[in-house]
């Protein structure tokens, strides 16, 4: 896993089986770190407190094979949002979800997983 050094105000997970990206950019849009990490809750929960308490957890699945990077984002007090299918087929991976939270007029396409 790639760090630079300070905390993400957004956490990009691209879903997968075995393995997620992760990227996280800071308040001025930086990444802070990227890379690869394994599905396994001490490994998910490594990656959120990398990010940093309260950095927004964007998720391509919240069921099934993005459960468990729901459920430890939101055990870690990490608020948590969904890109829905449609608008995750145009996006391949999570540096490309941040870069499209950053658009204002995309946030409407997201929605805060409760």
């Given at each position: ?50 990010a ?25 007090g ?18 490309v ?18």
């Amino acid at each position: 896993m790639e760090e630079r050094g300070t905390t993400a105000a957004v956490l990009g997970l691209d879903v997968g089986k075995a393995s997620h990206w992760a990227c996280g950019i800071d308040s001025s849009g930086r990444v802070v770190l990227s890379g690869r990490v394994a599905n396994r809750a001490a490994d998910v929960d490594a990656v959120l407190a990398r990010a940093g308490s309260g950095a927004l957890v964007v998720v391509d699945q919240k069921r099934n094979i993005g459960a468990l990077a729901v459920a430890r984002a939101r055990a870690a007090g990490n608020p948590v949002a969904y890109l829905p299918g449609s608008a995750e087929k145009a996006l391949r991976d999570a540096e490309v979800f941040i870069t499209y939270w950053k658009l204002p007029s995309s946030r409407s396409l997201v929605s805060l997983v409760t």
